[in-house]
């Protein structure tokens, strides 16, 4: 499924009255390190190390909700993707299962 799919099923499932928001993208490579959320590192299975690939969709305008999507470097295992709102992770979905061994 393509990032702009990942997104507004997203959307569409969980922030239905988002889906309406003129919504851009920036998209960078990142190490897991630099990522300043807490809450969202801590979700990241441990497994995944090094860098990744972050999606930044956001709108001008309203509240500042803000929705990442984590792909790992190469942008082909989608990892998390969730809303956040003042610091505050909504409805936060990881699409991989950590490795408890």
């Known amino acids: 499924m393509s990032v702009i ?4 099923s997203y959307l569409e499932e969980n922030h ?3 889906v ?3 919504w851009k993208v920036d998209v960078k490579v990142v190490a897991l390190t630099d990522i300043q959320n807490e809450e969202i590192r801590a979700t990241i299975p441990s497994e995944i190390t ?3 690939t972050c999606w930044k ?3 001008d305008g309203g509240a500042p909700n803000i929705v990442y999507l ?4 190469q942008r082909v295992q989608d990892i998390e993707i969730v ?3 003042e610091d505050e992770l909504i409805k936060p979905i990881v699409f991989i299962e950590a490795n408890d061994e």
């Open 83 to 85: 809303l956040v709102r």
């Open 16 to 18: 239905p009255h988002l």
């Open 57 to 59: 969709f956001f709108y």
């Open 20 to 22: 309406v928001k003129d």
């Open 50 to 52: 090094g860098e990744v």
């Open 5 to 8: 799919s990942v997104f507004r």
């Open 70 to 73: 984590i792909q790992d470097k």
